[in-house]
T-cell receptor, first 115, second 111 residues
Framework: KQEVTQIPAALSVPEGENLVLNCSFT??????LQWFRQDPGKGLTSLLL?????REQTSGRLNASLDKSSGRSTLYIAASQPGDSATYLC??????????????FGKGTLLTVNP | SQTIHQWPATLVQPVGSPLSLECTVE??????LYWYRQAAGRGLQLLFY??????ISSEVPQNLSASRPQDRQFILSSKKLLLSDSGFYLC??????????FGSGTRLTVV
């Protein structure tokens, strides 16, 4: 059974700092890995999608890496801003069909960027 | 462009009352559709998923049900709500090689 762990559970940083959020998964047989952002009381917004054959994806100040063999992904946020404050979730999608359409989510990292 | 609509945004219902939450997707055909629930302080729990019209798979035994009457419409229902059904309900869609896209969610409070 796939398990996804996100460390740290919460992180508070001053504005302008570069930071790294970690995600680890126990089963390396994944189809892709997706990072989401969730603001309080809101739905999930997709940030980056990394296919299993890729090593990293970039969007603006965000960079996500994937090391499938070691079961790890990191989300790097450069020059953090108060607007980046949110819960960040990673989720993995296993290979194959049938019930394997299901994502397995981590519990998230609550990020607070202080002005 | 592809969009997902979910309504209502908030709902307060008495115990024992029925429930109907609706989700529609635009801009894509034959998507996989999902209902997730996020309870306070807990992670995301997959409730139902559908790979086609009339095809529903249930992940958690409960008093909820789902239906997919049209290709891009997914409905979550209950005949009699329980207090434990309170939570944040999220609809999502995906296609074979893509990621997931989530709706804005429905906050359900059963009183």
């Amino acid at each position: 059974k796939q398990e996804v762990t996100q460390i740290p559970a919460a992180l508070s940083v001053p504005e302008g700092e570069n930071l790294v959020l970690n995600c680890s998964f126990t089963d390396s047989a994944i189809y892709n890995l997706q990072w989401f952002r969730q603001d309080p009381g809101k739905g999930l917004t997709s940030l980056l999608l990394i296919q299993s054959s890729q090593r990293e994806q970039t969007s603006g100040r965000l960079n996500a890496s994937l090391d499938k063999s070691s079961g790890r992904s990191t989300l790097y946020i450069a020059a953090s801003q108060p607007g980046d404050s949110a819960t960040y979730l990673c989720a993995v999608r296993p290979v194959g069909g049938g019930s394997n359409y299901k994502l397995t989510f981590g519990k998230g990292t609550l990020l607070t960027v202080n002005p | 462009s592809q969009t997902i609509h979910q309504w209502p945004a908030t709902l307060v219902q008495p115990v024992g009352s029925p429930l109907s939450l609706e989700c529609t997707v635009e801009g894509t055909s034959n998507p996989n559709l999902y209902w997730y629930r996020q309870a306070a302080g807990r992670g995301l729990q997959l409730l139902f998923y559908s790979v086609g019209i009339g095809q529903i798979s249930s992940e958690v035994p409960q008093n909820l049900s789902a239906s997919r009457p049209q290709d891009r419409q997914f409905i979550l229902s209950s005949k009699k709500l329980l207090l434990s059904d309170s939570g944040f309900y999220l609809c999502a869609w995906s296609v074979t090689q893509g990621g997931y896209t989530f709706g804005s969610g429905t906050r359900l409070t059963v009183v």
